[in-house]
């Protein structure tokens, strides 16, 4: 047993994606062995994945709370209901908002099965959870509390390793392996859904260095502005005396 503990650089794993996600598969043990099982259940996921669908868009539109997000605006759908129409109105399930989504989540588990684990894919896996959030960079506004996300996260896994779990396609070990894998994935992707969400409270001299540098900047740009309406108020004011100097010289002029 190793009795000293490996380092764990912490602003990388706020700063470096390919880091913290090795930190979380290791913490976790998931390798390339569970990545090749993931690859192995393709045939079978693939003929699933409309059932899997159907049954998360059913899911979601049990309750307001997250059946709603899906009458607002998302990044590659606007919305052509009326704003002031989307909250009396919800959302059908035949609407093109929803045929959308679903598509999007088609997408999602073919690629799961199927795409190379490299930084490519990660940062796609990445991208997943930052369109839920109501972060920069995005053309939507659209934010997703994050116990929405969570719990379909639990649905979702619960659906899929079910599935697989009556598959007769592999040998007892074979099954166990695959849902094994799929249990650990899917927790590494709720670690990319909650960096957009959740914030350690104990900054690095780094983040501290950024927050001071941001604040810093803001009050100098105050200043400027401030200097800048000094100098035109003490403009305007010499502009002022100058014209009542005029038009008092004048007067004297034509009074004498």
Request: glycine share 4%.
């Amino acid at each position: 047993m190793n009795t000293q503990p490996a380092h764990i650089d912490r602003d990388r794993l706020y700063t470096d994606l390919q880091y913290r996600f090795d930190y979380v598969s290791q913490f976790i043990g998931f390798t390339e062995a569970d990545q090749e099982y993931i690859h192995k259940s393709a045939s079978v996921v693939s003929g699933l994945v409309p059932t899997i669908v159907d049954a998360v868009y059913d899911k979601l539109s049990n309750y307001d709370a997250t059946w709603m997000h899906f009458s607002q605006d998302q990044d590659g759908l606007q919305i052509r209901e009326p704003a002031e129409n989307r909250e009396t109105t919800p959302v059908s399930m035949g609407s093109e908002a929803i045929k959308f989504r679903k598509v999007m989540l088609t997408k999602y588990l073919k690629k799961l099965v199927t795409s190379e684990w490299n930084l490519s894919y990660l940062k796609y896996l990445d991208w997943v959870g930052h369109i839920h959030t109501s972060t920069p960079l995005k053309k939507s506004s659209i934010n997703v509390e994050y116990i929405h996300c969570n719990a379909l996260f639990g649905y979702l896994s619960s659906v899929v390793t079910g599935a697989l779990s009556k598959s007769e396609e592999w040998d007892a070990e074979t099954r166990d392996c695959i849902v094994n894998a799929y249990v650990k994935f899917f927790w590494l992707q709720n670690d990319l859904f909650s960096r957009y969400y959740v914030k350690d409270q104990v900054l690095s001299d780094k983040e501290k260095a950024a927050v001071a540098a941001c604040r810093k900047a803001k009050e100098d740009e105050i200043r400027r502005q401030l200097r800048v309406e000094s100098l035109l108020n003490a403009v305007v004011g010499m502009l002022a005396g100058a014209v009542i100097g005029v038009v008092g010289l004048r007067y004297l002029a034509r009074g004498s």
